[in-house]
Structures are given as C-alpha cells and as structure tokens.
C-alpha cells in the first residue's frame, strides 16, 4: 500500500521539479518500478519499470543520488540540493520519465483527490503530511518517515485509489 500511496504522487513529483526550493531543505517520492540493469544510453523502454531503472541511473549520471528500484518495485529519493540541479537532470532524462517525460498539467480533480489523501493522512496521525501544490504532491522527510504513516495508509486507500495511478 505505501508503493500506492507513494508511488500514485511521484510520479507527478518526480517530472514536474519536485527538488527542494533551497539548499537546506530535503523532499522524499517514492517511485513504483523494478527492473534488470541496463544503462541510461539506451533507447527508451515500453516496460515501467526498466524505464524507471533507466531514470535513476539516469539521475545519477546527471549528479541526483538516487538508488536503482529495490526487489519490491520501489524507489526513494531525497532532494538535498539546489532545485536547479534537480531540474537539469530530470530534463536530461526526461525520455526515461515514468511519464514519459509528459508534464502532468494542473488538474482540478487530481489538486481536490490528493487534497483529501492529505487530510485523511493528516487526520490518521501523520501530521506533517502537506497539502498538494496544484495537482502535485510533496512529500516532506518528517512524513516520509513518520511512525504512524503505514496505519495511515491502510486507513486511507480509497482516497489514494482516488488521487492518481500507483503500483499495488
């Protein structure tokens, strides 16, 4: 369910610059895929999950740690550093977005869908959970690693069904 969760709001974070603001400041997604290794110079891939292998190795070669998908599908990354940093490299390797490099426009439905999941996560003990930035969600570290988030997630699955696509 955390993949769900997750994974429905980063792919919308991962695209769409979701590196810290400042220098100080650390942001958590988690993206949804799994794959054998390949490298980042080959064509794109029809299969997410190579496709989001192929993104983070990507990642790395432009300069944003960021580890390949672990046995279950999922990816973390923590933005540490200057937003334009993270930006350069998510359009160097825009072609191995889990989009496809599609920018997710501001969707009305999606800001409201997310903005429930929020305050349902909220309102199930992760308090630091934040609200969406248009149709795009943020997960700060605090709630990424808050304790009461898994209990959080398994009260709130409909409205993470509802905020957008995920793995399972």
Known sequence: MRRRILGAIAFTLVLTGCGSGDEGGADVASVSGAGKQTTAGAPPSA?????????AQCMRE???????????????MTFGGPQEKVQA?????????????????????????????????????????????GSMMRITQEAAED??????????????????????
């Open 62 to 76: 432009n300069g944003v740690d960021m580890p390949d998908p672990d046995a279950g599908g999922k990816m973390t």
């Open 89 to 133: 490299a998510q359009e160097a390797c825009r072609q191995y977005a889990p989009s496809g490099g599609q920018q997710i426009r501001n969707d009305p439905e999606m800001a409201e869908n997310l903005r429930k999941l929020a305050q349902c996560m909220r309102d199930n003990g992760v308090e630091s959970y934040p609200d969406p930035e």
């Open 147 to 168: 304790p009461d988030l898994k209990a959080a997630e398994q009260k709130c699955q409909k409205e993470s069904a509802a905020a957008g696509p995920g793995g399972s």
């Open 47 to 55: 299969d997410p999950q190579e496709k989001a292998l192929k993104f």
